[in-house]
C-alpha cells in the first residue's frame, strides 16, 4: 500500500515563527500536494511539484513556500505563521508525468494550531 | 479555473438505505472524477474514480455516474451500513497535477 507520512499530527506554533511541515512518500510518486482543510471549504491546493526541485502554486499560495530536494520528500514553510493559518494540512501524492490522471494519495494530516 | 460544487453538505440515512451525493463541475476539459472517503482523524481514501470515456461504474455497493452533457457526476452507496459514516468529497481533474474538490458531505447512517 502506498504510504503517505506526515511528522506530526498536532503542532501549536507561535505567530510570526517559521513553520515547517514535512512529508514523506514511499511509493516513488513523481507527484506531491499540500493542501488546507477548513470546515465549509474542503481541500485548497496550496503547493504542488511534479519533480525535484520543482514546484508550482496552486490556489492559495500566499504566506507559504515548499521545498522537495528529494523525490519522497515534500515540505511545506510557513515563513511567518499568522492565526488565519491554523488549520489541517494534507499532503498527497501521485503517480504519473504531465497529464496523466492518477488519484492521489493521502497523508492523515497535520492539525496547527498558531497561538 | 474549474469549480466543483457538492450536495448535500450533510446527509443522514437509516441503516440499510442508499445514500447519494452530487457534485457539479464547470470545466469541460476534466476528465477525470475520483471520490474520496475522509474518516475522522484520518486523510481522504480513494474510494472510487471515473474518467471520462466512461458513464458509470461500480465496486460492490458504490457506484459512481457521470453525465459529461450536464456536468455532473453522482456517488451512490446502496445498503449502507454504520461504518460509511464519513466525509465524502468529490473531485475533478483535467490535468493530472490540479484537482478540484467539493466542499464535502458528511453522511451519517443510523443503526
Known amino acids: 500500500d502506498v504510504k503517505v507520512t506526515q511528522s506530526s499530527r498536532y503542532l501549536v506554533k507561535r505567530t510570526g515563527e517559521k513553520v515547517f511541515l514535512e512529508c514523506v512518500q514511499d511509493?516513488?510518486?513523481?507527484?506531491m500536494f499540500w493542501y488546507r482543510q477548513d470546515p465549509g471549504l474542503g481541500l485548497r491546493l496550496i503547493y504542488f511539484?511534479?519533480?525535484?526541485?520543482?514546484?508550482e502554486k496552486g490556489d492559495i499560495p500566499e504566506g507559504y513556500s515548499v521545498s522537495r530536494e528529494k523525490k519522497e520528500r515534500f515540505s511545506l514553510i510557513l515563513e511567518s505563521a499568522s492565526t488565519n493559518q491554523t488549520s489541517m494540512y494534507l499532503c498527497a501524492s501521485s503517480s504519473g508525468v504531465g497529464f496523466s490522471n492518477q488519484p492521489q494519495h493521502f497523508g492523515d494530516g497535520t492539525r496547527l494550531s498558531i497561538l | 479555473g474549474e469549480n466543483v460544487e457538492q450536495h448535500p453538505s450533510t446527509l443522514s440515512v437509516q441503516e440499510g438505505d442508499s445514500a447519494v451525493i452530487k457534485c457539479t463541475y464547470s470545466?469541460?476539459?476534466?476528465?477525470?472524477f475520483p471520490w474520496y472517503k475522509q474518516e475522522l482523524g484520518k486523510g481522504p481514501q480513494l474510494i472510487i474514480d471515473i474518467r471520462s470515456n466512461v458513464g458509470e461504474k461500480k465496486d460492490q455497493r458504490i457506484a459512481v455516474t457521470l453525465n459529461k452533457t450536464a456536468k455532473h457526476f453522482s456517488l451512490h452507496i446502496t445498503e449502507t451500513q454504520p461504518e460509511d459514516s464519513a466525509v465524502y468529497f468529490c473531485a475533478a481533474s483535467y490535468t493530472g497535477n490540479q484537482f478540484y474538490f467539493g466542499t464535502g458531505t458528511s453522511l451519517t447512517v443510523i443503526p
Open positions: 470545466d469541460s476539459a476534466s476528465n477525470y
Open positions: 511539484s511534479y519533480d525535484v526541485k520543482m514546484k
Open positions: 511509493m516513488d510518486h513523481e507527484n
